[in-house]
T-cell receptor, first 111, second 115 residues
Framework: AQSVTQLGSHVSVSEGALVLLRCNYS??????LFWYVQYPNQGLQLLLK??????LVKGINGFEAEFKKSETSFHLTKPSAHMSDAAEYFC?????????FGTGTRLKVLA | EAGVAQSPRYKIIEKRQSVAFWCNPI?????LYWYQQILGQGPKLLIQ????????DSQLPKDRFSAERLKGVDSTLKIQPAKLEDSAVYLC?????????????FGQGTRLTVV
């Protein structure tokens, strides 16, 4: 069965600190993986995606994620957090005919 | 490029009333999704269309929810009668699905409050 697990429903970091949001997946087929961001009262916006090829994927707003097949992970990172990064982040798994979303991680950035 | 359009943005109804949401996907996108997002949770797929055919509606509460996609473009999602637990944001998304490696584009959602 396919599934996505996001570790930590809430993460707090100081402004300027490293952001690390964790995502693990389970898939019986080669996975396609996505990170979305959701700001209050908005829909989901794509940050980045992994399909095939390079395992380190760069996205918008300085975010990047690394696909690690051996660890079945696709963690999202940003070297230096900004106040505007405060939002909810969702990891999603494609690869069959539909997307499966994790439960989300709410990122709080402290001044 | 115009995004996914949804209306209304907000809706408040009393329990047992009916409500309908509308979605216009990105032009040319064959795949359309309706998700339910309850506060504090990730989006849950309710129904997926490929053109005007249903691909997956396994999590759609069919006794009260219905959806259609006429002519493979716009879609409506209806709830009749609504229950308190239907309070959520209903997200519409579309994609040019080619096997899972293309992203879904989301509308801003309709926030439903059932009182």
């Amino acid at each position: 069965a396919q599934s996505v697990t996001q570790l930590g429903s809430h993460v707090s970091v100081s402004e300027g600190a490293l952001v690390l949001l964790r995502c693990n997946y389970s898939s019986s087929v080669p996975p396609y993986l996505f990170w979305y961001v959701q700001y209050p009262n908005q829909g989901l916006q794509l940050l980045l995606k992994y399909t095939t090829g390079a395992t380190l994927v760069k996205g918008i707003n300085g975010f990047e994620a690394e696909f690690k097949k051996s660890e079945t992970s696709f963690h999202l990172t940003k070297p230096s957090a900004h106040m505007s990064d405060a939002a909810e982040y969702f990891c999603a798994l494609g690869g069959t005919y539909k997307y499966i979303f994790g439960t989300g991680t709410r990122l709080k950035v402290l001044a | 490029e115009a995004g996914v359009a949804q209306s209304p943005r907000y809706k408040i109804i009393e329990k047992r009333q009916s409500v309908a949401f509308w979605c216009n996907p990105i032009s040319g996108h064959a795949t359309l999704y309706w998700y339910q997002q309850i506060l504090g949770q990730g989006p849950k797929l309710l129904i997926q269309f490929q053109n005007n055919g249903v691909v997956d509606d396994s999590q759609l509460p069919k006794d009260r929810f219905s959806a259609e996609r006429l002519k493979g473009v716009d879609s409506t999602l209806k709830i009749q009668p609504a229950k308190l637990e239907d309070s959520a944001v209903y997200l519409c998304a579309s994609s040019g699905w080619t096997g899972g490696n293309t992203e879904a584009f989301f509308g801003q959602g309709t926030r439903l409050t059932v009182v």
